[in-house]
């Protein structure tokens, strides 16, 4: 069974930090493109950020590029999403998602975390 289980969400000030881990398991991901979504209260969910297990392709949504980072440790089967200067506007619950083929639509994705709550205080 796969399992995509996120942690690390919680509340910080505006200007802060928060580091996202996206916990892979139940299959070989070797090929997988390994997506970060986002959704506020009464909005879609929006691609933040994807990158690949095999090697360090990235892409970034405009809203975080400069300010966030997406990185994988493969030894431990889980992705990062490291979030700086973070902004009230950043606030919503956090998702990842796995995929075999590269893409920003959600509706491309294969298989998706429970979400973590990201809330920025101003």
């Known amino acids: 069974q796969v399992q995509l289980v996120e942690s690390g969400g919680g509340l910080v000030q505006a200007g802060g930090s928060l580091r996202l881990s996206c916990a892979a398991s139940g299959r070989t991901f070797g090929r997988y493109f390994m997506g970060w979504f986002r959704q506020a209260p009464g909005k879609e969910r929006e691609f933040v950020a994807i990158?690949?297990?095999?090697?360090?392709?990235?892409y970034y949504a405009d809203s975080v590029r400069g300010r966030f980072t997406i990185s994988r440790d493969n030894a431990k089967n889980t992705v990062y999403l490291q979030m700086n200067s973070l902004k009230p506007e950043d606030t919503a619950v956090y998702y990842c998602?796995?995929?075999?083929?590269?893409?920003?639509?959600?509706?491309?994705?294969?298989?998706w975390g429970q979400g973590t709550q990201v809330t920025v205080s101003s």
């Open positions: 998602a796995a995929s075999a083929r590269l893409g920003v639509d959600s509706h491309e994705y294969d298989y």
């Open positions: 990158g690949r297990w095999s090697d360090d392709y990235t």
